[in-house]
Nanobody, 124 residues
Framework: QVQLVESGGGLVQAGGSLRLSCAAS????????MGWFRQAPGKERSFVAA????????YYVDSVKGRFTISRDNAKNTVYLQMNSLKPEDTAVYYC?????????????????WGQGTQVTVSS
């Protein structure tokens, strides 16, 4: 079992920034691909960003490219999502997830463990 705990969400004005963190409970974290997903009210959960186990490759949905940055610190078992130039349409519950089977990182079905989510609200 892997426990994931997100933090860093909150209320911010459009154009502002937030940094989400996700702490994992296992040392094997360094062998997992990690991803961030979000779910807005009335919408399905969707891919935001992902990073390979060693951090060598990152992936983003087009709508956040140039504004969001995913990173990880394997020594701290933590993955981050730096969100800049936030827009009201970024409002959602953000979830981090662990991909332990080394499958495609952009597909939510390939993730085995999920955090409880953290609310991000961007006001206009």
């Amino acid at each position: 079992q892997v426990q994931l705990v997100e933090s860093g969400g909150g209320l911010v004005q459009a154009g502002g920034s937030l940094r989400l963190s996700c702490a994992a409970s296992r040392r094997a974290f360094s062998s997992y691909g990690m991803g961030w997903f979000r779910q807005a009210p009335g919408k399905e959960r969707s891919f935001v960003a992902a990073i390979t186990s060693a951090g060598g490759s990152t992936y983003y949905v087009d709508s956040v490219k140039g504004r969001f940055t995913i990173s990880r610190d394997n020594a701290k078992n933590t993955v981050y999502l730096q969100m800049n130039s936030l827009k009201p349409e970024d409002t959602a519950v953000y979830y981090c997830a662990a991909n332990t089977r080394h499958l495609r990182l952009t597909n939510h079905e390939n993730y085995d463990y999920w955090g409880q989510g953290t609310q991000v609200t961007v006001s206009s």
